[in-house]
């Protein structure tokens, strides 16, 4: 890996890469040129490097149980001698000796269980960086979806004021009005149109964020279409209170914080059997002096000093760490349902008294136009009736995407999908 080839392969990202493409037909994502809410996720999943960091985590701790697994090496010593004071038989002494390490199976067992945990572990956390990336890319395509929809009505606020504008102008030239009103409605139309200018700004650099959600640079989006089919019915959850209690036992944050805790209590338990370790026994052979001899050796350590009780107290401590982390990340799922849930309730009382308001102001837009037709009321009347209507629109659409973000906020917390595409 060198850091000028990396940096050329990233910013050379494309969504029509061949290999891409082969792993989105793989995964039965078939775009055709249209990348929705699946689509992209799986894009993330192929190119980010999150995933890949909790798959090699994944690997390491594999590895561990392997190493838990394994039987100490036998050590073979060979101790030669040579008696000078004594030719006859033979002045040397020499013989080899190995000696076997025969471990507390109770500790083995228990270090094999714990590594076995931990693994487990480490499993669940790449289902939970996948779902991370499924998040990151939702809800920068919700942004994206949300500020497109808001860009156009900014720009038609934008138009009806620019047109308010120009007739407040032609009666100002013909007498009809103050200059003071022409003032006033120059600094509106000046405003919508800063306005409008913003919500497009702001629409390129949503972009930016959504191929950085998918790894990918800026470049590989433009000219793409993006389908955002995923947000127009979403689907909230029937059973709150069931995908509560589901949520706090099965979530990937809870189940690893349990395995760790099971990982904990393995090694405590391997520290207690280890106040009593194991024995070394060597067999073996000495040529000693021109006789043949054999030997059987018999190492133990004697538990006097201590008892392995710093071991035992920093595994009980670490295992009361582990439980406090347990319970903090069920806590800390409960505590993102609920704000979810109040932030959902809120925005859907919001929305729909915005809905009643929209209703009122559209009736009065129809009037406005119907009386314009009619000849009842000039042309800048109706412009004004349309652009409230349009306002209205705008503050509608912002309290429909408070409820969208909440939704997307408890799908996070009970980690159950709300949006999804049709192919899904």
Do not use: C
Not at 41 to 47: D, G, I, K, S
Not at 362 to 382: C, K, S, T, V
Request: proline residues 5%; positive net charge.
């Amino acid at each position: 890996m060198h850091p000028a080839a990396s940096a050329t392969a990233l910013l050379g990202r494309r969504l029509d890469e061949p290999a891409l493409g082969q792993f989105l037909a793989a995964m039965g994502a078939h775009p055709r040129g249209h990348w929705g809410l699946r689509a992209l996720t799986l894009v993330a999943v192929y190119e980010r490097p999150d995933l890949r960091i909790s798959a090699a985590a994944y690997d390491a701790a594999k590895a561990a149980v392997t190493t838990a697994r394994q039987i100490p090496n036998p050590t073979l010593s060979l101790v030669p001698s040579f008696n000078a004071t004594q030719a006859f038989p033979s002045p040397i002494k020499i013989g080899p000796v190995i000696s076997f390490l025969v471990s507390n199976l109770g500790a083995r067992e228990a270090g094999i269980a714990a590594a076995r945990d931990r693994q487990q572990a480490a499993r669940i956390l790449i289902a939970a960086a996948a779902w991370r990336e499924r998040s990151n890319v939702r809800n920068a395509l919700l942004t994206l979806w949300l500020d497109e929809r808001i860009a156009r009505i900014k720009a038609r606020v934008a138009g009806y004021a620019a047109t308010a504008s120009r007739l407040v102008a032609q009666r100002v030239t013909s007498g009809m009005l103050a200059e003071t009103v022409l003032a006033s409605t120059t600094e509106a139309a000046n405003k919508a149109s800063f306005g409008a200018a913003e919500a497009r700004a702001q629409i390129g650099m949503d972009r930016a964020r959504l191929a950085a959600a998918i790894g990918m640079p800026a470049a590989a989006l433009r000219g793409e279409y993006l389908s955002f089919t995923a947000f127009e019915h979403p689907l909230p959850p029937a059973n709150l209170v069931a995908l509560t209690r589901t949520a706090l036992v099965t979530s990937p944050s809870v189940v690893a914080a349990y395995e760790n805790y099971r990982a904990a209590d393995g090694s405590l338990r391997k520290a207690i059997d280890q106040q009593f370790p194991g024995f070394r026994i060597g067999p073996g052979y000495h040529y000693d002096q021109g006789a043949n001899k054999f030997i059987l050796s018999l190492s133990l350590p004697l538990p006097i000093l201590n008892q392995n009780q710093g071991p035992i107290a920093e595994a009980r401590a670490r295992r009361l760490f582990a439980a406090a982390l347990f319970n903090r990340a069920q806590a800390h799922i409960l505590r993102q349902i609920d704000a979810a849930e109040a932030a959902l309730q809120g925005s859907e009382r919001v929305a729909g008294q915005g809905l009643h308001l929209l209703v009122i102001a559209h009736q009065r837009e129809q009037q406005a136009i119907q009386a314009y037709r009619a000849g009842a009321i000039g042309r800048l009347r109706m412009v004004e009736a349309e652009r409230q209507a349009t306002l209205v629109r705008e503050q509608v659409l912002t309290a429909d995407a408070q409820r969208l973000r909440a939704l997307a906020a408890l799908a996070d917390a009970l980690h159950h999908p709300v949006f999804r595409e049709s192919n899904e």
